[in-house]
């Protein structure tokens, strides 16, 4: 036992961690005009980029590269300030590598894998013998060393880590298909009519855009997917697929290796990829249990935040009370005889007298304005709300606006569009 820990102790330090973080978003809307996907902030104080970031540090991986493209500036300014605490000289690092047209084709990233591709000298460099591969825009926490444990003990060259999703979701991923031995025999990217898990009615097996190679895999099917002018030069849609067909894929499920709380009730993993999942996913935060507990202190989430004064509450008369109930206030914040329920206020927001603030989430630096009223809203970063204004309560008004509104009803609105006003 003692030796097989060793060994695993070898493997993570000679693995290297590739963070796919240069995705725009486009489903989030204006949330992502100015900033990257995995930069967009989370849960108070975080970033969603901070989520596999940590993952790698508790998991004991302390080498990684964070592949950046577009509007990479926020990203890359929060990396340099919130993970330079690594050494370089035990071999660990961070490494941020942006978009630099590295082939002879001159393109940028073409997709998730050609942004890999584009970085083989790099990775070669390194001379890793596992090579992860994580996606920087999901929410959750795993142990990357027991997916490696599980790779290595299916002796493959490639495994790929797997959730269930509700079937009515599964147009949204890639599908997979597994035998009982947990080898892949199918896959399918984002299928219009998504295969249900055996005994599993109303749910598929989903990629979480997570895999390991064996390095001299990865390297082979890089090159040769780079050779072939019909691919679209992505992991889901091109060299997964061929790999079901040409040698062993299999499956990792991410129970086995997600980090639960206790009294969480499941594996908790999001795609925050559109502004109703987004704001669903902030909103699991202010269970009672949630299921990403961020207060669990056995994996924190680790970060980097200016150095700001406690949250203040003011005012108690019958007619103006500064309170949060149900609600996550983060440092720097003041709620100023205003009412807030059930909602999210990220660092340096200040919340009015006479607010009435409901299933809301207002990002950094905001200010909502006296006699406000705010019903299942996101306001981005840097927002003043002006007085008496009331968003997500008349959809008609809202649209006149220019406010942009979700099929679930949540209301988007940036400090560009109320410029516009």
């Given amino acids: 036992m003692v030796q097989a820990r060793n060994d695993l102790n070898q493997v993570m330090r000679s693995s290297l961690a590739l963070v796919l973080a240069g995705g725009r978003g486009t489903r989030l809307g204006s949330l992502t005009d100015s900033q990257a996907k995995p930069s967009i902030p ?19 991986i302390r080498r990684i590269g964070v592949v950046t493209q577009y509007r990479a500036h926020t990203l890359i300014r929060h990396i340099q300030r919130a993970w330079n605490f690594l050494r370089g000289e035990l071999g660990e690092f961070v490494e941020l590598w942006p978009a630099a047209q590295q082939t002879e084709s001159a ?14 000298d790099v990775i070669r ?11 920087g825009d999901h929410v959750y926490r795993q142990d990357y060393s027991r997916l490696l444990a599980s790779h290595i003990d299916a002796g493959c060259g490639i495994t790929v880590s797997c959730v269930e999703v509700p079937r009515a979701q599964g147009h949204e991923f890639g599908i997979v298909e597994a035998d009982a031995a947990g080898r892949i025999v199918q896959f399918r990217e984002k299928p219009s009519d998504p295969p249900e898990i ?18 001299e ?6 090159v040769r997917d780079a050779k072939d002018a019909n691919s679209t030069h992505d992991f889901g849609k091109d060299i997964l697929p061929r790999m079901v067909g040409e040698r062993p894929v299999f499956a990792h499920a991410f129970g086995g290796s997600c980090v639960m709380s206790e009294g969480a009730t499941e594996p908790y993993w999001r ?18 249990t949630p299921s990403l507990d961020l207060y669990d202190g056995q994996w924190p989430i680790w970060t980097y935040q200016q150095q700001r004064p406690a949250a203040k509450f003011i005012f108690d008369d019958a007619d103006r009370r ?49 006699h406000a009223r705010l019903r299942k809203v996101i306001v981005g970063p840097g927002c003043i709300i002006p007085e008496g204004m009331q968003i997500g309560i008349d959809p008609e008004l809202d649209a006149q606006r220019r406010f942009e509104r979700t099929p679930a009803g949540v209301t988007l609105v940036t400090a560009p569009m109320l410029e516009k006003l």
């Fill in 198 to 215: 055996p005994g599993r009615p109303g749910w598929c097996y989903a990629s979480m855009g997570i895999y390991v190679f064996d390095a």
């Fill in 107 to 120: 393109t940028w990233y073409l997709g998730t894998a050609d942004a890999v591709y584009q970085n083989l």
């Fill in 271 to 288: 795609d925050v990829g559109t502004l109703d999942a987004y704001w669903e996913a902030n909103m699991d935060l202010l269970r009672v």
């Fill in 322 to 370: 500064g309170f949060a109930v149900d609600s996550l206030v983060s440092a720097g914040c003041i709620v100023s005889g205003g009412q807030v329920r059930r909602s999210l206020l990220f660092t340096d927001t200040r919340i009015n007298s006479y607010c009435d603030i409901s299933d809301s989430i207002i990002l950094t630096g905001s200010q909502i304005g006296r």
């Fill in 217 to 222: 895999v990865l390297i082979d099917e890089l």
């Fill in 42 to 60: 989370f849960g108070g104080k975080f970033r969603v980029v901070d989520f596999p970031m940590s993952n790698c540090i508790n998991s004991g």
């Fill in 125 to 135: 460099e390194h001379d890793p013998r596992y090579v992860l591969i994580l996606a």
